[in-house]
């Protein structure tokens, strides 16, 4: 009687530890990667996207390439916003993504669980821009957010929802 005990603990002790390895999975931390190039990820961008040195007038754009990576095991959508120290510049100024959709004051595009894709962002100021704008210089952020909902509203820089993570400015 004391050996088929033994056994019977014996089996239920290796299936135990079976199923906690198992259920263990991945240790691995799932999180929105980032890129200059697309090979060194990172969870924050190294660098700025625009030289601010440089003067904005009307019907300028600007252009800049990043990576991001949805490593994770769910969809969601990355914000392009942009902010800046002078208000008639956040007037007259536009975002887009190649490929995504645009809003007025933002832009976005859907990435699928462990999905990598190029962004090409474009910053634009509207031909009719006010004189404001033409005698004065300022400083131009694009501000990139990563959301795991698909909500359809441009998200507001200064007050990030909380379901966002990962603003790049």
């Known amino acids: 009687m004391r050996h088929s005990t033994f056994v019977a603990c014996t089996a239920v002790f290796a299936g135990v530890a079976v199923v906690l390895f198992l259920g263990a999975g991945s240790t691995r931390a799932q ?4 890129s200059d190039d697309g090979r ?11 030289d601010n040195d440089i003067r904005w ?3 300028d754009a600007r252009e800049s390439q990043f990576h991001v990576f949805n490593d994770t095991d769910r969809d969601g959508r990355l914000w392009l916003t942009f902010d800046s120290d002078n208000p008639a510049f956040l007037r007259s100024l536009s975002v887009s993504i190649g490929g995504g959709e ?3 004051s933002c832009a976005w595009i859907d990435l699928a669980a ?3 894709k190029r962004i090409d962002a474009t910053i ?3 031909e009719a821009a006010g004189n404001e704008t033409r005698s ?3 400083a131009v952020d694009l501000v990139v957010q990563w959301d795991n ?4 509203e441009c998200p507001e820089f200064s007050g990030a929802r909380a379901e966002m993570e990962g603003a790049q400015p």
């Open 149 to 152: 909902s698909n909500s359809s």
């Open 57 to 59: 007038v009307p019907g």
């Open 136 to 138: 004065s210089s300022a």
């Open 31 to 34: 999180t929105v990667k980032y």
């Open 124 to 126: 634009a100021m509207a």
């Open 102 to 104: 645009s809003a007025e």
């Open 40 to 50: 060194e990820w990172a969870a924050t961008l190294r660098s700025a996207f625009f």
């Open 114 to 116: 462990g999905q990598k």
